[in-house]
């Protein structure tokens, strides 16, 4: 929990409004003398940067070597290679609309399932065909899509000072080696503004390892007298008077500006030991404090059991961006200003050296001697007209001795040859990457591999942007998160958000409190060409068409990556819903195989049902057959008892025996098929085709006993 000191500077507007004076005079004076102490470290470089950008300018200069108003050419080789540094970058940075994407990190909490759609009418009278099912991603994946579109809407359309500073700062960067961004919220605009800074504007010490491990960041603003005096009667900064800050009127319009030191810096302000983040506002030339606010969060404070601060995390309001690491291993970069400045000065030199040597040749000179007589003034010939002079042709020749002058030096162009080739090898402006090679002088793979070459340097360059870039986003991810109003974003997003109360009771977006997003620019951080990407999808089309490679390509991905390389609008239009996989032959001779299992089974089952009913027919008729034994054994007893003749009688009980026996045989059989009914109602069909077969068997082995020919029937 924040100890009460800490809660009051986080409440409090303006920190400077809370201290004393003499307080805010050694805050005034550390602030300047840290800022001209990192000022004077990197002043050589400084030095080196303005000379580069004075080169770049092609700024014309009076040159009175080796004569008045000599040749001074220069030649824009800075300027070349800046300008082919931001025809490459700027479309990788911004690609069809988009500068920004959100990636997912982690598992997905819940699915949201896509509504169904109706099946499709067909013509010809075919079944209806099933619509591609859209697929609907994750909560978080659907958030990120939300978060992107805004962020995108929010840099590219909104307003379009970030794509004009960042147009601006991919063609300063090359020349001067290191430029920022600063990425604050503006109270005025109610938006988020990123401010492209030139070095001369920030400064920190040339030995810090990183901006962000940095003690001192310090902002050089330029303020008039009406900007100073609005803020103060604004309450942003503490009130002054005209005379204490000196805005007096003046004719010089020079000193119409004030240079005001906004510092990122670290002070003691709750005399606790541990000094906090603030960003502090001074007028230079009076020292005067006009501003302090801490430049932390409340949960980036972190404290002991004790509740005493351990560490703070600062909010970082700037973004460097860098060319080439310093050899020397400072802070500030390289560009090609100070890498080519020396050569580009020679370039210069020897290029002037070889038009002075011709303007000489091609002009000539020489002396006139005394014995020439001719009248002296203007001597003009026209074409075809010859001049009378009161001299002997003689005389002329001798009194006539011109100067010889060399024609411009080989060695020199050759020089200039040699020089030239370095530097473009150095900032790979080859012909080749410029778009001027004759197709004729080389194959096509051959070009392609001068291309990638070339690109090799471009390549690690970019990377450094792209980081810087992806630092830069979340800045403002955070911002947003703070300051976005949820009706602003509905609109934007053109969907039902979700939106909860904080522990301060404010509205925050849950969209931007998810914390599982990677934020990253949507440029591909290794530059590549678009000779490159179309060679790259001719490869992989050709592996779609071997056969050792079949099933193991993925085409859906091989046709999104060629529409994606084409920088086609709205790729997702032009590709469908995958089918679904179609399963090993492996997978399908077991779903076959257990199919026709099954069939099996219901047949079987048919096949049982139908003896059955049989069965049930047979038990009937031996029924049938057992009441008619019955019937005509006691009509032949009967018989029995009216006869006398012990022939006829033994006679009748061997009859009565016969049906006896094959009233017999009916009732086991019939006891037999009524056990088979019995187990197909409990379901054992196997059993009672096991049965069923014994029985059939034991039938066909056993001799059929034939009834008396009275019982036939």
Known sequence: MPSEKIQAILEAGNIADLLDDEVLKAIGDKVVRGYEYDSASRAEWFADVEAAIDMAKLKKQSKDFPWKNAANIRMPIIATAATQFAARTYPEIVKNGRVVHYATVGKEKAEQPAPPQQPMPQQGGEPPMAPPQPVVGGLKEQRAKRVARFTNWQLLVETNDWEISTDKLLTVLPIVGTVFRKTYFNMSKLRIV??????????????????????????????????????????????????????????????EDHKLIEQHCFFDLDDDGYEEPYIVTVHQETLKVLRIVPRFDPDGVAYNDKNQIISIEPVHYFTDYHFLPNPDGSYYSMGFGTLLLSLNRTVNSVTNMLLNAGALASLQGGFIGKGLKARGGDFNLKPGQWQPIDSFGGNIKENIVPISYKEPSTVLFQLLGFMMEHIDRLTSVTEALSGTERAQNAPATTILSLIEQGLKVFTAIMRRQYWSFKKEFTKIHRLNRIYLSPEKYANVVDEEIEVVA????????????????????????????????????????????????????????????????????????????????????????????????????????????????????????????????????????????????????????????????????????????????????????????????????????????????????
């Open 194 to 255: 990123s401010e492209f800074c030139l070095p001369n504007e920030i400064v920190l010490h040339n030995n810090v390892e990183s901006l962000e491990s940095a003690r001192r960041v310090s902002h050089v603003l330029t303020r008039n007298k009406n900007d100073i005096l609005g803020d103060m009667r604004a309450g942003i900064y503490k009130e002054y008077t005209t005379e204490e800050l000196q805005l007096f009127e003046t004719e010089d319009f020079e000193l």
């Open 502 to 713: 904080n522990e301060q009771g404010i509205p925050v977006i849950t969209d931007f409190e998810e914390t599982s997003f990677d934020i990253a620019p949507v440029a591909d951080p290794n530059i590549s060409s678009d000779a490159q990407r179309g060679a790259r999808v001719d490869y992989l089309i050709k592996l779609l068409d071997q056969p050792q490679f079949m099933g193991l390509v993925n085409p859906a991905m091989v046709l999104q990556y060629a529409i994606q390389s084409a920088d086609i609008p709205n790729p997702e239009t032009f590709i469908q819903a995958p089918p679904p996989p179609t399963p090993p032959i492996e997978l399908l001779q077991l779903q076959l195989d257990g199919h026709k299992m099954e069939m099996d089974k219901e047949q079987q089952f048919k096949e049982f049902q139908r003896q059955s009913v049989l069965d049930q027919a047979t038990i009937d008729l031996y029924q049938g057959q057992i009441r008619q034994y019955e019937a005509t054994a006691a009509k032949m007893m009967a018989e029995v008892n009216s006869l006398t003749d012990e022939a006829g009688i033994k006679k009748i009980q061997l009859q009565l025996q016969e049906i006896s026996d094959a009233n017999k045989k009916a009732t086991e059989d019939n006891q037999h098929i009524r056990e088979m009914l019995n187990l197909l109602q409990e379901g054992g069909l196997q059993r009672a085709k096991l049965e069923n077969e014994r029985m059939a068997i034991q039938r066909d082995n056993e001799e059929a006993s034939e009834l008396p020919e009275g019982t036939q029937e």
